[in-house]
């Protein structure tokens, strides 16, 4: 069964500087790969999505992400954080199988400070 | 945003009642999920459907069940609340006609006391 890690359960930075968060997937086959923000009392939005093709990811609010399959990993990185990034972000992974469900890491909350 | 709405959006009830949390979507999205989240588990999946009275169990499906008679409606049912089902539930919902990407209605939080 597929499973996806998050090592980092908090993270702070500050405001303006760099952020990646790591996450690491176990899958037996080419992966979709998700990251999701949540932020307080809300549900989760898509930030970005991994199919195939082009290694790095761009998605919404400045977020990237790079799948590196010798390392199962699929980091999420942005190169000057806001305030307004603070929240809990997740990865996940998606089966390729009958039921489409997704399989999450347990997630990173990230702190900005000002 | 995909059109998904969950009712209620707060529920606190006591143990051993029924409880019914209600998903509708207006995507017209053959798939459907429940996941539940709780501290230091991230999302997990209780309950799917792949179309109209067809369901499964995912992984902590013990003390739910579903059902779905509409495509726009998809029912989560706790038939006798314990403690340990106090979680935010989450609807999704995902149209593998296209890229399986999954989107999250705004959650109901539920406390079982």
């Known amino acids: 069964a597929q499973s996806v890690t998050q090592p980092d359960i908090h993270i702070t930075v500050s405001e303006g500087a760099s952020l990646e968060l790591r996450c690491n997937y176990s899958y037996g086959a080419t992966p979709y790969l998700f990251w999701y923000v949540q932020s307080p009392g809300q549900g989760l939005q898509l930030l970005l999505k991994y199919f195939s093709g082009d290694t790095l990811v761009q998605g919404i609010k400045g977020f990237e992400a790079e799948f590196k399959r010798s390392q199962s990993s699929f980091n999420l990185r942005k190169p000057s954080v806001h305030w307004s990034d603070a929240a809990e972000y997740f990865c996940?992974?998606?089966?390729?199988?009958?039921?489409?469900?997704?399989?999450f890491g347990s997630g990173t909350r990230l702190q900005v400070q000002p | 945003d995909a059109g998904i709405t969950q009712s209620p959006r707060h529920k606190v009830t006591e143990t051993g009642t029924p409880v019914t949390l209600r998903c509708h979507q207006t995507e017209n999205h053959r798939y459907m999920y429940w996941y539940r989240q709780d501290p230091g588990h991230g999302l997990r999946l209780i309950h799917y459907s792949y179309g109209v009275k067809d369901t499964d169990k995912g992984e902590v499906s013990d003390g739910y069940s579903v059902s779905r008679s509409k495509t726009e409606d998809f029912l989560l049912t706790l038939e006798s609340a314990t403690s340990s089902q106090t979680s935010v539930y989450f609807c999704?919902?995902?149209?593998?006609?296209?890229?399986?990407?999954?989107?999250f209605g705004p959650g109901t939080r539920l406390t079982v006391l």
């Open positions: 996940a992974v998606g089966e390729d199988t009958g039921r489409r469900a997704l399989t």
């Open positions: 999704a919902i995902s149209d593998p006609a296209g890229t399986d990407t999954q989107y």
